[in-house]
């Protein structure tokens, strides 16, 4: 049995930006902290997670395994508000039992089972004292993309740094890791 905690509310603002973009932010910063992150995401095979949009990752960084389910709160425009559940296991589950996370997700689910990886390459900077920079280069089911996210609970604190590098908030709604990760594995079978 997981014992899975309430870990946080989670704002992150979320970008897409192509490679110029990446390395032109890349080349600008002192990036804190640069590691591997590995997200294993699970799905019942209904597919009740896909149609609510929640998230059921095993995510393997700094050499440990947590049990990740975050369920959306609010998403608007480039904003993702999500609560986090979060506990720590000791290896990869091959699956994971639906019963034990129904409560948390809010609706019967059948057993899960991991579909895939998605592979983070991530550097981190302080901005400000809250605001702190995720630079992203993904990798997943043969595809690569680029992200920029803002951990930070005011949009207004962000405006100089998306103005500075052509990023428009209003006009960009990303799609979350998961939600991409999705469309590729749909796109895949067919």
């Known amino acids: 049995m997981f014992n899975l905690k309430f870990k946080e509310i989670e704002s992150e ?14 080349s600008d910063f002192d990036w804190i902290k640069e590691y591997e992150q590995i997200n ?11 149609e609510k949009n ?8 700094d050499e ?13 425009g480039s ?15 091959n699956k994971i039992m639906g019963s ?21 390459l991530r ?17 997943y089911l043969g595809a690569e993309d680029y992200e920029i996210e803002f951990e930070c609970k005011e949009n207004d604190c962000i405006d100089d740094f998306v103005s500075k590098y052509g990023i428009t908030k209003q006009q960009i709604i990303s799609k979350g890791k998961f939600t991409r990760f999705l469309e590729r594995y749909d796109l895949l079978r067919g």
Do not use: W
Not at 40 to 50: A, P, Q, V
Not at 79 to 87: A, G, M, R, V
């Open 100 to 120: 034990e996370l129904a409560d948390i997700c809010g609706c019967n689910l059948s057993d899960l089972y991991c579909i895939g990886e998605l592979r983070t």
């Open 123 to 139: 550097k981190t900077y302080m901005l400000f004292p809250n605001v702190k920079i995720c630079l992203d280069f993904n990798r």
């Open 40 to 50: 294993y995401y699970f799905l019942d095979s209904n597919e009740i997670l896909k």
């Open 79 to 93: 904003l993702s508000q999500k609560i986090e559940y979060e506990t720590y296991l000791q290896e990869l589950p």
């Open 64 to 76: 440990c395994y947590r049990l990740q389910v975050k369920v959306p709160m609010k998403i608007k």
């Open 13 to 26: 603002y979320k970008f897409m930006i192509d490679k110029n973009l990446y390395c032109r932010i890349d």
């Open 54 to 61: 929640i998230t059921v990752r095993v995510r393997n960084s």
